[in-house]
């Protein structure tokens, strides 16, 4: 079995470094990174600037752009193989409902995930690495029942996986979620800079707005593992119908304006 690691806290972060050393026993493993912390950046590509790729003396590689270009770089040229599996994380906090938009770990899986390998992003629920070790011996776990059931190298899928930040025994099992929701983030941040000017910083994101049972916020709350399946159309399908009369409607006024 291949892996290829990535994440958005950076290549010398805590979460990714304990999760290559969960796996790198169990299959061959390469580690391509963020030089430094990308967090929020999702599927975002560097475009415009040229990127440079740096191996560090723990033999993981570094990129100085996002978890997606890290990814991207990787499958089209950098590895020269294709992995079976593409895991990123241990993320720095959770990354439920409404993060998985904005949130770089997902983004770097998802980046495999277009690329048609399986991908799983796994994050811990709260900030500050606490049982780290644990969340990287839950993830080992997985990957190799994932292995053992013929999941992986074969038809793609994307997970995100949140994982308490827990003493080992004490984190339930695997339980399967749907996203959740969040209330809008905080106000932006304002400060007065050293030259006179106006600085902005986004603010924390909101609480959780739907946490009912059957969410990732509420298994995660209940100390489980907490799995949820993602796809990449954001097709709004139940409403095709109703935007296909409403762009019949647009298109008749539209007639009757110009006329």
Not at 21 to 44: F, G, I, R, T, W
Not at 97 to 123: K, Q
Not at 140 to 146: N, P
Request: aromatic share 6%.
């Amino acid at each position: 079995m291949k892996i290829l690691i990535s994440n958005d806290d950076g290549y010398q972060a805590p979460g990714i470094v304990a999760l290559y050393e969960a796996l790198k026993d169990v299959a061959e493993v390469e580690v391509v990174a963020p030089e430094q912390n990308n967090s929020a950046k999702s599927n975002a590509l560097t475009l415009h600037s040229p990127l440079y790729v740096t191996e560090a003396s723990n033999g993981f590689r570094y990129v100085n752009g996002t978890p997606a270009d890290c990814v991207h770089i990787a499958l089209t040229g950098l590895l020269g193989y294709r992995p079976d599996l593409v895991v990123s994380g241990i993320n720095n906090g959770a990354n439920m409902g409404d993060d998985t938009i904005y949130s770089g770990t997902v983004g770097a899986a998802m980046e495999g995930y277009l690329f048609g390998i399986p991908a799983i992003a796994f994050s811990q629920t709260e900030k500050g690495w606490q049982h780290i070790d644990a969340a990287a011996r839950k993830a080992r776990e997985l990957v190799l029942q994932m292995a053992r059931q013929q999941l992986v190298g074969h038809t793609p899928w994307l997970l995100n996986i949140n994982i308490p930040n827990l003493p080992y025994e004490q984190i339930k099992p695997l339980k399967v979620c749907r996203l959740g929701r969040r209330h809008a983030a905080e106000n932006v941040i304002t400060q007065a800079s050293p030259r006179g000017t106006t600085m902005y910083w986004i603010g924390s994101a909101g609480p959780a707005k739907d946490d009912a049972e059957g969410t990732d916020f509420h298994a995660a709350a209940q100390g489980h593992m907490a799995m949820t399946p993602l796809k990449v159309d954001i097709t709004e399908h139940e409403h095709l119908s109703y935007w296909a009369q409403t762009a019949s409607r647009l298109a008749g006024d539209a007639q009757q304006v110009s006329a």
